[in-house]
């Protein structure tokens, strides 16, 4: 069954230092979404892809966030210059299409900012 | 932000027996909900889920109800099996409204019990 496939699995990093988080979704999807859960809090939503372009992000997706899709396969989220808080659980999603699709998961990566 | 809540933490059942996971929420934009279950340090594993024009879905062992007027859902999983042990998690969206970001609920730790 095809999955969406996330690296690395944790990465520290020290605060400050910029951060790259990779993904690569299910192969015929074409909406792609990052969402993040802090320690002991739901998972919240980031942003959402569509077309190489933002479709939609939350108040959290500051100036410090980022994303792309720098080829046919690969999903990124860029965090510019990392802060304690940033630490957390981060989820890439995608979907076939938009409407009453279920969203598929990777099994994240864990950011730990020191 | 407290749009979808899953007020039990936790819930013990029997093996052999039905589980019965709820769900609420207070967004009457939500149109489409789902389940997801997840097991440590793997990310959200999609269920099943229903639509806002209906009112249950089934596949397999897994039921969903949607009560539209209570703003409520549940997910029952019969017959239940030790493998059904993780966390579940209600989530919803608002599809036909243009917004496809997922909100979550906190979460259900479901043990079942051999």
């Known amino acids: 069954e095809p999955e969406v496939t996330q690296t690395p699995s944790h990465q520290v990093t020290q605060m400050g230092q910029e951060v790259i988080l990779r993904c690569v979704p299910i192969?015929?999807?074409?909406?792609f979404y990052w969402y993040r859960q802090i320690l002991g809090q739901k998972v919240e939503f980031l942003v959402s892809?569509?077309?190489?372009?933002?479709?939609?992000k939350s108040e959290i997706f500051d100036d410090q966030f980022s994303v792309e899709r720098p080829d046919g396969s690969n999903f990124t989220l860029k965090i510019r210059s990392t802060k304690l808080e940033d630490s957390a659980m981060y989820f890439c999603?995608?979907?076939?299409?938009?409407?009453?699709?279920?969203?598929?998961f990777g099994d994240g990566t864990r950011l730990s900012i020191l | 932000d407290q749009q979808v809540k899953q007020n039990s933490p936790s819930l013990s059942v029997q093996e052999g027996r039905i589980s019965i996971l709820n769900c609420d929420y207070t967004?009457?934009?939500?149109?489409?909900f789902l389940w997801y279950k997840k097991y440590p340090a793997e990310g959200p594993t999609f269920l099943i889920s229903i639509s806002s024009i209906k009112d249950k879905n089934e596949d397999g062992r897994f039921t969903v109800f949607l009560n539209k007027s209570a703003k409520h859902l549940s997910l029952h999983i019969v017959p239940s099996q030790p493998g059904d042990s993780a966390v579940y998690f209600c989530a919803a969206s608002a599809y036909g409204f243009g917004n496809e970001k997922l909100t979550f609920g906190t979460g259900t730790r479901l043990t079942i019990i051999p």
């Open positions: 892809f569509y077309n190489n372009e933002i479709s939609e």
């Open positions: 999603a995608s979907t076939a299409r938009k409407n009453n699709q279920p969203q598929h």
């Open positions: 192969s015929n999807h074409l909406y």
């Open positions: 967004n009457s934009m939500f149109d489409y």
